[in-house]
């Protein structure tokens, strides 16, 4: 779905507030606590000191205890004014081993090259394609399972965004618009299973897995990051 300048703006008015609640996170001692507790205080900060909403409150019920050693896909949503914007950030708890810093890296490199594909005339195949091929050189799989999609006044609108595929296929990008790129790389091989619960998704053979997202919108002349924090840089 095409937005208008002044959609965007609004877009994008949500987006620097959704930035606001990850640097409102990366202050926090983050080991120890469970992740209720965290939508606990995530949710807290939204509705009292941005005065927005949760998009996604409800949803989910099930909370785990973060140790060092952990790593976790913070994945939260923000409505202002009628608009939704959608992003997360994998943080790593207490102490890491480089492996999984170096699956957090690359996957945090493969949103970036999803994002620079992204200009008027471009397909939207060529955003699978630049994430699947980073992910691959490092030895890394891209799950298929979960896509991007389109966002804006709903959570989910058209167009799937695929981060995987054939550079020169699909969708063809147009300035006005909007939707999420959220690449989830494994170190193993590409297939989850969600267990018995019906909520709680693993890789298939046991190793771990990462995630980034932002909401970007498709500008005259190539790409704006709606979602952008205030400790990356253009182009990361």
């Excluded at 640097?23 to 606590?33: K, N, P, W």
């Excluded at 900060?45 to 205890?65: C, N, T, W």
């Excluded at 004014?81 to 081993?97: E, N, P, Q, R, W």
């Excluded at 989850?192 to 500008?219: P, Y």
């Amino acid at each position: 779905m095409i937005k208008t300048p002044a959609e965007i703006a609004l877009m994008a008015e949500a987006g620097r507030l959704l930035a606001s609640v990850f640097t409102h996170l990366d202050a926090m001692t983050l080991e120890g606590l469970s992740t209720l507790e965290i939508d606990r205080r995530v949710e807290a900060f939204i509705v009292d000191e941005l005065k927005a909403r949760p998009a996604s409150k409800g949803q989910y019920g099930y909370g785990f205890v973060l140790n060092s050693g952990d790593i976790v896909n913070l994945d939260i949503t923000l409505e202002k004014d009628g608009f939704i914007a959608d992003s997360s950030k994998t943080y790593l708890i207490g102490s890491v081993g480089p492996q999984a810093r170096r699956l957090v890296r690359t996957t945090y490199e493969a949103l970036w090259k999803g994002i620079q594909a992204v200009r008027p005339g471009a397909k939207l195949g060529d955003i699978g394609f630049a994430i699947e091929r980073h992910a691959k050189q490092a030895g890394y799989s891209v799950v298929r399972d979960y896509c991007g999609h389109g966002i804006g006044r709903e959570m989910h609108e058209e167009p799937q965004v695929l981060h995987f595929g054939k550079a020169g296929t699909g969708v063809t990008l147009r300035e006005g618009m909007t939707f999420t790129i959220e690449p989830m790389l494994n170190q193993g091989v590409r297939t989850v299973l969600t267990e018995d619960d019906g909520w709680t998704v693993v890789t298939s053979d046991g190793k771990l897995s990462a995630q980034f997202e932002h909401t970007v919108a498709v500008t005259k002349d190539g790409v704006r990051v709606l979602t952008l924090r205030p400790d990356e840089k253009r182009g990361a």
